[in-house]
Nanobody, 118 residues
Framework: VQLQASGGGLVQAGGSLRLSCAAS????????MGWYRQAPGKQRELVAT???????NYPDSVKGRFTISRDNAQNTVYLQMNSLKYEDTAVYYC?????????????WGQGTQVTVSS
């Protein structure tokens, strides 16, 4: 299984970016797909998740600014980030979790850097 994250970059505060997570070896609609981030010196934190049934969850820190979506045909998950703030600066990671009769399987992408200048 591979999760290829892309779309990070440098953006001014108030700007937007869209991250993509292209999956291979697994089907995104059969997983709980998520985006996490880790800033320097901080723990990795949840940014957004979407379940196989389409239920979506955000922490308060990004609610109303970030949108997670899924394109089943492209087997890709997206994170649209608007109204970016300096504190959104972090490495963003794509995550996939699948639970089946044979166990729990979890995969991580390589991360993409998002830098927001104030």
């Amino acid at each position: 299984v591979q999760l290829q994250a892309s779309g990070g970059g440098l953006v001014q505060a108030g700007g937007s970016l869209r991250l993509s997570c292209a999956a291979s070896g697994t089907i995104v609609s059969e997983n709980v797909m998520g985006w996490y981030r880790q800033a320097p010196g901080k723990q990795r934190e949840l940014v957004a998740t979407i379940t196989s049934g389409g239920n979506i969850n955000y922490p308060d820190s990004v609610k109303g600014r970030f949108t997670i979506s899924r394109d089943n045909a492209q087997n890709t998950v997206y994170l649209q980030m608007n109204s970016l703030k300096y504190e959104d600066t972090a490495v963003y990671y794509c995550n996939a979790v699948r639970i089946s009769w044979s166990g729990k399987f979890e995969y991580w992408g390589q991360g993409t850097q998002v830098t927001v200048s104030s």
